[in-house]
């Protein structure tokens, strides 16, 4: 077996990271990092799936989870409106290969994509 990921970690409880919300399969934290006024991730409880295409592929249940998660998320801290980012691959900025939900808003650049 390999490492858990440190989301895994997070879940465990072995990193300090607040859940802000939860649901059966799902959770959602603070990037410790933010890229945008609010920035959360909202990720799926196993790590089993490496990517969002592996979890669409695998169990299409749990991205509709992940993603309901994510509007949850969005409403109580971002004010409902929100872009929602899967980085796949670490030529597109992958760094953690725990499927995970960037969930980004509280004020974006208008029409930007960075
Ligand atoms: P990726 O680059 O894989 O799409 O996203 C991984 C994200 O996890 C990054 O935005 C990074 O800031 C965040 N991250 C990495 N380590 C930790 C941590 O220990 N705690 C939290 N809350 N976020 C983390």
Redesign the pocket.
């Known amino acids: 077996m390999s490492e858990p990921s ?1 989301f895994s970690r ?1 879940l465990r409880g072995e ?1 300090p ?1 607040e859940i802000i919300a939860e649901t059966e399969n799902a959770f959602a ?5 933010p890229k945008a006024p609010v920035h959360l ?1 909202v990720i799926p409880k196993t790590e089993q799936y490496r990517n969002v295409v592996e979890l669409a592929a695998g169990d299409p249940d749990l991205l509709a989870e992940v993603i309901g998660l994510a509007n949850a998320v969005a409403a109580e801290h971002a004010g409902g409106d929100f872009r929602l980012v899967f ?1 796949t691959g670490s030529d597109a ?4 290969f725990h499927v ?1 939900a ?1 969930v980004l808003g509280g004020g974006l650049t208008e029409g930007s994509l960075g």
Not at 29 to 33: E, F, K, L, S
Request: net charge neutral.
């Open positions: 440190i997070i990193i990271s934290i603070r990037d410790i990092a991730l980085n900025g992958q760094t953690v995970h960037h």
